[in-house]
Each structure stands twice: as C-alpha cells, then as structure tokens.
C-alpha cells in the first residue's frame, strides 16, 4: 500500500532553514508528483507547490517564491521540502501528499505531517 | 491565482441530518476540484476528486456535484464520524488553492 513517511518535529530560530523529507513506498515513486501543504495552528490548508517526480519540474506558491526549494532523490524515493529565512508565521504543520493519479491534481496519499516551530 | 470561498464556515448539525457545504471559486475551473474530510491532528483524507467522483472507500453518503465556478458536498444522512471539517481545494491551474474550510459540529 501507499505510505508516505515524514521526518520529525522540527524547532528553528527566525532566519534559519529547515528541510523536511517525505519517503515514499508501496508505488513507483517517479510516477506521481508530490505536494506540500502547510497548516498554520488552528488555520486552513495552505498549498505550497508541487514537484513532478518523474523530471523534477517544480510549480510553487508564489508568495513563497525564492525562500521555498522542493527536491526529489529518486534512488531513495524521497521528496525534500526546504523553506528559507523562516519567521514566526512559517510555524506549522507541513504535509507531503501524493497525487491521485499521475495527472491528477487530487491528493490521495498523505504523509503523518511533521511540526516545524520557529521561535526566539 | 484562483480564490475558493467556503460557505458555511460552521455548520451545527444532527446525526442523520441531510448536510451542505458550497465551495465557489474566483473563475471556472471546469470540474478540477477536489473535497477532503480533516479531523484534529489528522492529515486530510481525499473524498471526492473531479468534482464528484467519488473516492474509493468512501462511504456513499458522500458526495459532490458542480462545475465552472459553483460546487457543493452532500452528506445524505450524517454519521457520528462525520463530525470534522471539510475542505475544497482547486487544481485547474497553479496556484492550487483551498477553501478555508467547514466545521461541522454537533448541534
């Protein structure tokens, strides 16, 4: 079966990095592009952007354009999320979620979600 | 990028009750829309894709129509375990977007 298993809870200073990985098992994992998703405390779902698997190709949020990277190690089957000068509103719950399909835009696989908390 | 406005935020219900979530969207985004159940601590569970293609092992209690700019999830008759908030997202084009959600309580 399909499980996506993520890395753990993370604390980080304001202005640092973080990356989160995603590891993927039950399929083949250059067949489906990988989402992130974030959520905030007590907030919604907030779509970061996504990674083709296959060739790498990337489509992020645009408001987090030049601080977010996603990244895929296929020998591994892995995703990688990194998010750059982190601030207080990047704390939150982050998921990775595969497509339903392969040219679907539909998440039907999520990963546990891994708590990244940024403070002073 | 497209906006997808929920309504209603909060909705008190009674088990067995006959419940409807409306999702609209800033533009048409055909039928590329999803719906997903999210209980607390959980990661959200895909329930309908395609706008009303139902998930496989999702109840049929469940279920979704619409297309262009209105959308709506109907829970025919409301279940114990269906007491979580709900969520559209669109994926016609990036940025994909969600809706800001649907408590649904028990009245």
């Not at chain 2, 375990?81 to 809706?99: E, I, K, P, R």
Request: glycine share 10%; hydrophobic share 30%.
């Amino acid at each position: 079966q399909v499980q996506l298993v993520q890395s753990g809870a993370e604390v980080k200073k304001p202005g640092a990095s973080v990356k989160v990985s995603c590891t993927a098992s039950g399929y083949i994992f250059n067949s489906h592009g990988i989402s992130w998703v974030r959520q905030a405390p007590g907030q919604g779902l907030e779509w970061m952007g996504r990674i083709s698997a296959y060739n790498g190709d990337t489509n992020y949020e645009q408001k987090l354009q030049g601080r977010v990277t996603m990244t895929t190690d296929t020998s591994t089957s892995t995703a990688y999320m990194e998010l750059r000068s982190l601030r207080s509103d990047d704390t939150a719950v982050y998921y990775c979620a595969r497509s339903l399909t392969r040219s679907s835009g539909s998440l039907g696989y999520w990963g546990q979600g891994t708590l990244v908390t940024v403070s002073s | 990028d497209i906006q997808m406005t929920q309504s209603p935020s909060t909705l008190s219900a009674s088990v067995g009750d006959r419940v409807t979530i409306t999702c609209r969207a800033s533009q048409s985004i055909s039928s590329w829309l999803a719906w997903y159940q999210q209980k607390p601590g959980k990661a959200p569970k895909l329930l309908i894709y395609k706008a009303s293609s139902l998930e496989s092992g999702v109840p049929s209690r469940f279920s979704g129509s619409g297309s262009g700019t209105e959308f709506t999830l109907t829970i025919s008759s409301l279940q114990p375990d269906d007491f979580a908030t709900y969520y559209c997202q669109q994926y016609d084009s990036y940025s994909w977007t969600f809706g800001q959600g649907t408590k649904v309580e028990i009245k």
